[in-house]
């Protein structure tokens, strides 16, 4: 089976750092996504992590820990445009396409 | 590049009518997803598509969903007849096959469907 666990609502404060995590159990692992959606548009790429460790982009950075299957979005100096659904998505097998999202994490940046 | 361009924006129908959604991928792409999103359930797969041909399908929720597409363009999802449960965001997104297996997918604007 399938599974991926996101928090389901994280607030934070403009200009904080914020961590949103994701747990996953899948069959088998090729891959992991975030996603960014704002409220009524669609989901936009972020990041893409393959093997353990950090990627670093900007304000935003992605770990991942295939052992633990355990994946974090890391967002640096919050601004009030981040406000938006975080989506963590698995690719579980490398010989299929198919791209499992997790339900979501929606993030509030208050000022 | 106009991106993955999805109509309608939005369709307002009533139960046992037929829908249908459609897709224009970019092009180029080789690989087309058909997803649905709602509060409780997150983005899930219903169908995609690898150079026109239905790959996987598992995720189509019962008969009463279908998906093609003709030719490397054009897609649709069709809903007959459609139910309340039905009402969602329909997405439709596309990607390229990379070597790195990192291909991203870039998804289109969604149709809201309301079925009444």
């Known amino acids: 089976g399938q599974n991926i666990d996101q928090p389901t609502e994280m607030t934070a404060t403009e200009g904080a750092i914020v961590q949103i995590n994701c747990t996953y159990q899948t069959s088998g692992f090729n891959g992991l996504f975030w996603y960014q959606q704002h409220a009524g548009e669609a989901p936009t790429f972020l990041s893409y992590n393959v093997l353990d460790g950090l990627e670093e982009k900007g304000r935003f950075s992605s770990f991942l820990s295939r052992s633990k299957g355990y994946s974090y979005l890391l967002l640096k100096e919050l601004q009030m445009k981040d406000s938006a659904s975080y989506l963590c998505a698995v690719r579980d097998n490398y010989n299929t396409d198919k791209l499992i999202f997790g339900t979501g994490t929606r993030l509030q940046v208050f000022p | 590049d106009a991106g993955v361009i999805q109509s309608p924006r939005h369709e307002v129908t009533e139960m046992g009518q037929e829908v249908t959604l459609r897709c224009k991928p970019i092009?180029?792409?080789?690989?087309l997803f058909w997803y649905r999103q709602t509060m409780m359930r997150g983005l899930e797969l219903l169908i995609y598509?690898?150079?026109?041909?239905?790959?996987?399908d598992s995720g189509m929720p019962e008969d009463r969903f279908s998906a093609k597409m003709p030719n490397a363009s054009f897609s649709t999802l069709k809903i007959q007849p459609s139910e309340p449960r039905d009402s969602a965001v329909y997405f439709c997104?596309?990607?390229?096959?990379?070597?790195?297996?990192?291909?991203?997918?870039?998804f289109g604007s969604g149709t809201q469907l309301s079925v009444l």
């Open positions: 997104a596309s990607s390229l096959r990379g070597r790195g297996r990192n291909e991203k997918l870039f």
């Open positions: 598509f690898n150079n026109n041909v239905p790959i996987d």
């Open positions: 092009s180029g792409h080789d690989y």
